[in-house]
């Protein structure tokens, strides 16, 4: 098992000295370095040249350090600085993994129990706590040294076991530690106490029915030490839902703390009324939480303030009335001033306060009653639903609502038929999200009724008006919110929404939205089969629909057509006809969602299989079982025959359609070609008389020159057409008009005039009788260029594959020179010369890998093209 597979977070023991110094100007006395060897290695590692220089020397120190420890036979204190270097290097890679630590484990666990000082026990810990897997067999050796350390006389090692407990519960430890631990709930010192009980809740998850005695002792504890309360056991017994056992003991501690002076009451008082949150506040204590409530409003004590609100939000209406006119106090006009206040947290502490109380305490809203704010307070409360705090307009609108709900919907309708135009995508998914909290509220866990107003709202936020769907972005905000709020509902209700949201989809005028778009797939693939719309209606309707969306809703779409076609008995020939014509307009993303389409929707059994590898029925997890499934086979599957007659519209494309679709992704590979041969214009392809050109492969004009001289022929008149000008020509015209090599050798022009005739792919405005001849000096190799460039080095990745980048480097409309993969230098790398000038340009070395992208190295001495250049690999 590797490190990572049980990394836990980092240790909270207490800080060691793993990470001694970053600046590497300081001396050794002054670093913090355990040993010269140390300070060396730190040194070394701080002075490497790159990332992966640096996990070269952590990975060579860790090999070193294993074959240190096989031999055996090293001190405490050796051992110790060893443990160090293994924690730093472990945490410093950055490119590589560790490996596996274990190794060091024996070592650790024998500085933990025989440690001398506290720090080396305490390195021991962090180590074996940082390195050790859960139920590692050598937990058992640690046992002992830790119920030793909670018998010692000293509070520090006492806390540091304790910690590690907390750290690394685990079964075998709880029956050599159970009654030291009961013993330590009524230790003199508050941080053993307070870390006993975080102990044994540790504990607590593992066996819950082992610790069922120091439950009991948790809450005889606290009746114990009343009045003076135990805050440690009080907090935990919150934990374990232990207060009500205890409630009327929790109700008188309530005057006692608070009547107490200094700070110590409002932390006392702070902790009773948490625990009066979850047990039965009396009616006695309903006049002490008003007074808390005046005593801490001015100026306002945030926490304690809030928690008497939510105390008194478990209490009647009727009970609080009583104790107002008694007390002849009210808590809303306590804290009026806050509304006023330009503070965010103070309008939050406002709201949310007043939302802990009905509306009839303070509104007016029964006969006899009467408003506690003034007309211009509840005008600011309304201005509160334009916060730009999200929660605080949440809140607001359910204090609005609990006082009239025809505030609300007056709101709502405002905010529809009131829909700025031209608002960015961040400030209309702002806009989209405040009309959906609305819904939310007002429609609860009716389904159906939050299906409509989706409908409706969408309707106005990417309708008509706002331009054509497949240019409108997703509003991610929306999708968060909405498929959040279905998942609340409950089962029937959220059938019900899916099916009057998925209804649209096979109507073929209905306009939906992109955002909507996507909802609808997410739901369709969760609830496929459980709704009352049929599987291939819905997936007929997607299908249609995909030429009007964008990438990330077609994405969203083809997923869940995959899982719906788990449903369908036979696909239909059209859809089938649709996916494939998608997938040869679009880019790979696409094309690899429609290749998986068009291989899984006939095979229900393997869909089934996948379908049940899922952890659930969304969508996020039907697509990583469904590319789980992908990553297990050999090889990525095949697309089956769909029994589709092949069409220009459908399998390729016309000769005025765009250029990207009629060149397969892998038709350009830079590769070894024989020896150049004399071929008609790409420009006039019907008149072998008037041009020559040379295989695409061709190295360039170095190569040729070479091959040239061997047959005689000047080196400049045999030069080769590079990749990119065989890219360009293509685009012009389909290349299956070419006539045959043998007819064009048997020809009886002349091959002189062939080659004094041949036309400049790069200036294909060019007449033809316009190029001149000539003869250029030869061109410096690319490996004396990229030399020279040296000090300009730039790296990066490109998700697109190598021909695609000499294609946009073609775009430059500079003199361009590439290089086959299989000739020198860097074989294996297709390399690209760019000349702006006879002494400026730039030298670009392309490593493909498997998956169409390629890495990519450049050297170029002029800032302007450089910068041209990154951008342009960048912006693929």
Known sequence: MSRLSHKRPPT???????????????????????????????????????????????????????????????????????????????????????????????????????????????????????????????????????????????????????????QMPNDEVIPAVQSQLQALFMHKSISVRRRAYLAYHSLLHNDPSRLTPLE??????????????????????????????????????????????????????????????????????????LDII???????????????????????????????????????????????????????????????????????????????????EVQEVMKLLDSHDRLVRKITLRVLHAVDSSLVKAYNTQLLHNLPAGLTLSDKGEYVSRLLDVGVLQYGNDGEQYARYLKDLFGVAEGDTQGRTED???????????????????????????????????????????????VISALACEYCGKIATSPLSLLQGMASRLVSYGVTVQDACLLSMIRMSAECDQIPHTILKLVTEISQFSGKRIRNRCGLFLTYCGQRDVLTSIIAQASSSSLPDFLVALTTYGSNAAASPPVPPVNLKPSSTIFGLSLGSPPRASLSPRQLRYEAYDTPQAVPSLRHPLSPSRSTFSSPGSTGRTRSSSRASERGMPSELARTITPGELTIAAAQGPLQELPELDHVRNSNASPNEDLTSRVDLISLDTACSEVPVTFPTPEPGFEDVWDAMENYNLRGWCESPMDNVVRLLQSLQHSMRVIAVDQPPFEGELKVLVTVEPKQGAALRLRESEEESCLWRLRCDDPELRTTIKRLLEDI
């Open 12 to 166: 909270r023991l207490t800080s060691a000295p793993i990470l001694l110094y970053s600046q590497m100007d300081v001396t050794f006395i002054n670093s913090g370095a355990l040993s010269r060897a140390h300070y060396s290695f730190v040194r070394k590692v701080e002075s490497a040249q790159s990332p992966q220089a640096a996990d070269q020397i952590h990975l060579s120190e860790i090999d070193g350090i294993r074959r240190h420890f096989a031999v055996g036979g090293i001190s405490l204190k050796e051992c110790r600085e060893k443990l160090i270097i293994l924690l730093y290097c472990s945490m410093n890679l950055t490119h590589v993994n560790p490996g596996e630590l274990a190794f060091a484990l024996p070592q650790a666990v024998n500085l933990a129990e025989m440690g001398q000082t506290l720090r080396d026990k305490q390195l021991g810990f962090i180590f074996c706590t940082e390195v050790m897997p859960p139920n590692h067999e050598l937990q058992l050796m640690l046992v002992n040294t830790i119920r030793k350390d909670l018998e010692s006389l000293s509070t520090a090692r006492v806390c540091l076991a304790l910690s590690v407990l907390i």
């Open 472 to 518: 409108m972005s997703v509003l991610e905000v929306g999708l968060e919110i909405i498929l959040t709020h279905i998942r609340e509902f409950d089962i029937t209700s959220r059938i019900s929404c899916v099916t009057a949201l998925a209804v649209p989809v096979t109507e073929s005028g209905a306009r939906i939205g992109p955002t909507l778009m996507v």
């Open 216 to 289: 009991d002792a948790v809450v005889l504890r606290i009746q114990r030490t009343l009045p003076s309360i135990d805050s440690c056991a009080m907090a935990v017994a919150m934990k374990l839902n232990q207060v009500d056992s205890i409630n009327d003991e929790v109700n008188a501690l309530l005057p006692i703390v608070w009547q107490r002076p200094g700070r110590q009451s409002q932390s006392l008082t702070l902790l009773v009324l948490r625990a009066l949150r979850k047990a039965k506040l009396s009616m006695p204590n309903v006049g002490i939480v």
């Open 294 to 376: 005046k005593r801490t409003s001015s100026p306002p004590v945030r926490v304690l303030l809030r928690e008497a609100f939510l105390v008194l939000s478990s209490v009647s209406a009727e009970v609080i009335q009583e104790c107002q006119m008694q007390q002849s106090l009210s808590p809303v006009a306590c804290i009026r001033r806050l509304l006023t206040s330009k503070d965010p947290n103070d309008q939050y502490l406002f709201v949310s306060c007043l939302d802990c109380l009905s509306p009839t305490l303070w509104a007016g809203t029964l006969p006899g009653t009467i408003a506690v704010l003034d007309e211009w």
